[in-house]
């Protein structure tokens, strides 16, 4: 198996395991134009986001976003948008897959994330690995290559997951992770980069 990082044209295929993998999300309910719009605005601004994904024979078998201002992510989301995109997640809405509470829940939340959040982060974005292939060490791999490849320039990396997600909880603690706070539905976790303190 081989980690490399997201290309563009990786990003339709990806939308669909996101899918599969990630179906509550507010994100995948807004539709894979709006998902393919995230793909796309993570590997275009590679800058502020860094993003990989694990491949066995071609296949993708999991696949991870992070990003260094969250932000700045979600402006940079907004102006990847086409108008055809907005079509689409007026029809979720109107077609109650997606509710304009749980947009407005979401946006909340979010902001509550970015003021939880200490100076020189990563934040974990999205973290998948397909069903077939998980407990395979997949998803502690994708972490630790974001944490090895940003762990010079970082202090905090943080990630958010609903508290019923106890997988998602085991994978993180084992690997370091710390509760950081709740917040509505969700816990934050935070991993700090010791070595980078001592400097
Ligand atoms: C969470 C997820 C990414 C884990 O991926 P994975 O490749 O299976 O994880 P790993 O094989 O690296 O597991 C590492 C550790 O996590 C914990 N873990 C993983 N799956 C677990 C499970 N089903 N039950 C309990 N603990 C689990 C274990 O501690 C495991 O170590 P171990 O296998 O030595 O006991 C995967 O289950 C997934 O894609 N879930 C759906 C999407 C999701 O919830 N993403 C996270 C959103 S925040």
Do not use: W
Not at 87 to 113: D, G, P, Y
Not at 153 to 165: A, G, M, P, R
Not at 172 to 199: C, H, M, P
């Amino acid at each position: 198996m081989i980690i490399r990082p997201i290309k563009l044209e990786d990003t339709a295929k990806l939308s669909v395991f996101h899918r599969e993998s990630l179906p509550d999300t507010i994100s995948s309910k807004m539709g894979k134009n709006y998902l393919e719009a995230i793909y796309r605005s993570i590997v275009k601004n590679r800058g502020n986001n860094l993003a990989y994904l694990m491949e066995e024979k071609g296949q993708i078998t999991g696949a991870i976003c992070s990003t260094y201002d969250l932000g700045l992510f979600q402006t940079q989301v907004i102006k990847e948008l086409k108008f055809t995109d907005y079509i689409q997640i007026l029809v979720a809405i109107a077609s109650f897959k997606a509710t304009l509470i749980n947009i407005l829940k979401r946006m909340f939340f979010e902001k509550t994330l970015i003021k939880s959040y200490k100076k020189n982060y990563v934040s974990i974005l999205i973290l998948f690995t397909t069903e077939k292939f998980r407990r395979r060490g997949i998803g502690s791999r994708l972490i630790k290559r974001v944490l090895k490849q940003t762990n010079k320039k970082v202090k905090y990396f943080y990630v958010d997951t609903l508290s019923t997600n106890k997988t998602a909880l085991n994978l993180y603690k084992t690997l370091g992770f710390k509760i950081k706070k709740r917040i509505a539905d969700s816990i934050l976790l935070v991993y700090e980069n010791k070595q980078r303190q001592k400097r």
